[in-house]
């Protein structure tokens, strides 16, 4: 949570931690994945509608955001549902994460816990740096430069879409070393918020 506050400060969101709960479950802790098998979707729908529940009976009023922490398959290190979809499946809203990217974990370059930033990042409407490559609208923010593909690593000075600026590859939204991440935009946090008004009912 100190993380997760830290990386949104600058946004003007705040998170809060109201309960932990563990539930053990040897199926859903290897087996939840997103549009992967019919098996891990029954999953993942499974799981996310227990944790919603539990919500609920906590009085935790809607949107509720409760990441599980899992294992989830080689190479996913999280995802996480947008709110336009909120409304139409709201059993199915939250974020998962891999529970080795959690600080101090074993993810390691993907262990300071910027998976859980990156993940709720979509969560509240942001799409990756790299969405829609070098063609417009890409990502729908204006201040965040274009980016033909993923960078991996921290390859400062990469410059993919010639014209517009280096990669924004300090970005939470791009797929970089969790050591290279280092915020959002401004133009980030303006979406964030309007996406939490349209379509969670937030007032921010």
Request: aromatic share 8%; with cysteine.
């Given at each position: 949570?100190?993380?997760?506050?830290?990386?949104?400060?600058?946004?003007?969101?705040?998170?809060?931690?109201?309960?932990?709960?563990?539930?053990?479950?040897?199926?859903?802790?290897?087996?939840?994945?997103?549009?992967?098998?019919?098996?891990?979707?029954?999953?993942?729908?499974?799981?996310?509608?227990?944790?919603?529940?539990?919500?609920?009976?906590?009085?935790?009023?809607?949107?509720?955001?409760?990441?599980?922490?899992?294992?989830?398959?080689?190479?996913?290190?999280?995802?996480?549902?947008?709110?336009?979809?909120?409304?139409?499946?709201?059993?199915?809203?939250?974020?998962?994460?891999r529970y080795s990217t959690l600080p101090n974990g074993t993810a390691a370059p993907f262990n300071l816990g910027r998976t859980l930033t990156h993940e709720v990042g979509h969560w509240v409407g942001l799409y990756h740096t790299?969405?829609?490559?070098?063609?417009?609208?890409?990502?729908?923010?204006?201040?965040?430069?274009?980016?033909?593909?993923?960078?991996?690593?921290?390859?400062?000075?990469?410059?993919?879409?010639?014209?517009?600026?280096?990669?924004?590859?300090?970005?939470?939204?791009?797929?970089?070393?969790?050591?290279?991440?280092?915020?959002?935009?401004?133009?980030?946090?303006?979406?964030?918020?309007?996406?939490?008004?349209?379509?969670?009912?937030?007032?921010?």
């Amino acid at each position: 949570m100190d993380i997760l506050n830290k990386d949104y400060a600058d946004t003007g969101l705040q998170w809060n931690l109201v309960n932990t709960t563990r539930i053990l479950s040897k199926e859903w802790f290897d087996g939840v994945a997103p549009e992967r098998c019919d098996t891990s979707i029954l999953a993942q729908t499974q799981l996310i509608s227990v944790v919603r529940k539990i919500l609920l009976s906590s009085r935790f009023s809607d949107p509720a955001m409760n990441p599980p922490s899992i294992s989830i398959p080689s190479g996913l290190l999280g995802y996480a549902t947008f709110p336009i979809d909120f409304k139409t499946n709201p059993l199915d809203d939250g974020v998962v994460v891999r529970y080795s990217t959690l600080p101090n974990g074993t993810a390691a370059p993907f262990n300071l816990g910027r998976t859980l930033t990156h993940e709720v990042g979509h969560w509240v409407g942001l799409y990756h740096t790299f969405q829609g490559g070098c063609e417009s609208p890409g990502d729908s923010v204006d201040d965040t430069p274009p980016e033909a593909s993923p960078a991996s690593g921290c390859p400062v000075g990469r410059n993919t879409c010639p014209g517009h600026g280096v990669d924004p590859i300090h970005n939470f939204m791009d797929y970089t070393d969790d050591s290279c991440m280092n915020g959002f935009t401004k133009g980030q946090a303006t979406r964030m918020k309007a996406q939490l008004r349209t379509y969670r009912a937030v007032k921010v």
